[in-house]
T-cell receptor, first 115, second 114 residues
Framework: DAGVIQSPRHEVTEMGQEVTLRCKPI?????LFWYRQTMMRGLELLIY????????DSGMPEDRFSAKMPNASFSTLKIQPSEPRDSAVYFC?????????????FGSGTRLTVV | GQQLNQSPQSMFIQEGEDVSMNCTSS?????WLWYKQDPGEGPVLLIA?????ELTSNGRLTAQFGITRKDSFLNISASIPSDVGIYFC??????????????FGQGTRLTINP
């Protein structure tokens, strides 16, 4: 089991550029979550999917943020245009439905720096 | 926003010392989870608590689910260098067909002096 795979691990981009973060969940997991971690706000849930369908995107901070899950093995989080305040570590996590959170597996994260 | 209050925010201890941290909420949780995040990695589940009053151990780690269901604590005995990291409490919120989304505390950053 390769776990949840995120890419890239690090991303440095200039303000105004488009940024795309990628996630491959664990095979068979039907829920996928995107979290953002900052010193000020800790871990925040941005959006989650069930069977590739977005269920709750109330945590997405602005229209500049969008997420897709075209199939069960791939999801993207896109920021366009990026701003310095978007600098954070973005985590993807997956789980098999019906659990209480015990089965959450997090990826290693993407550290985004917008300059 | 955050719904779980975790303390302390940081700890600086000597190797071999015991560690205690706690998490409180203004609302009831039916499950409490404790995660550890190593530097440069994602959080990893340490202990899960399902019942008020439950005391659960995992090696040198011990966690308890408060009777009121509004708090939990985590103890680490005889700390070692690999215990360094950020510890998060978490509880499930919201329900969608059996899966629940997690709310996290602010974290306790543990630093150990050898």
């Amino acid at each position: 089991d390769a776990g949840v795979i995120q890419s890239p691990r690090h991303e440095v981009t200039e303000m105004g550029q488009e940024v795309t973060l990628r996630c491959k969940p664990i095979s068979g997991h039907d829920y996928l979550f995107w979290y953002r971690q900052t010193m000020m706000r800790g871990l925040e849930l941005l959006i989650y999917f069930n069977n590739n369908v977005p269920i709750d995107d109330s945590g997405m901070p602005e229209d500049r943020f969008s997420a897709k899950m075209p199939n069960a093995s791939f999801s993207t989080l896109k920021i366009q245009p990026s701003e310095p305040r978007d600098s954070a570590v973005y985590f993807c996590a997956s789980i098999i439905g019906g659990g209480t959170g015990v089965g959450y597996t997090f990826g290693s994260g993407t550290r985004l720096t917008v300059v | 926003g955050q719904q779980l209050n975790q303390s302390p925010q940081s700890m600086f201890i000597q190797e071999g010392e015991d560690v205690s941290m706690n998490c409180t909420s203004s609302s009831i949780f039916n499950t409490w989870l404790w995660y550890k995040q190593d530097p440069g990695e994602g959080p990893v589940l340490l202990i899960a608590l399902y019942k008020a009053g439950e005391l659960t151990s995992n090696g040198r780690l011990t966690a308890q689910f408060g009777i009121t269901r509004k708090d939990s604590f985590l103890n680490i005995s005889a700390s070692i260098p690999s215990d360094v990291g950020i510890y998060f409490c978490a509880g499930p919120r919201g329900l969608h067909q059996g899966a629940q989304k997690l709310v996290f505390g602010q974290g306790t950053r543990l630093t150990i002096n050898p």
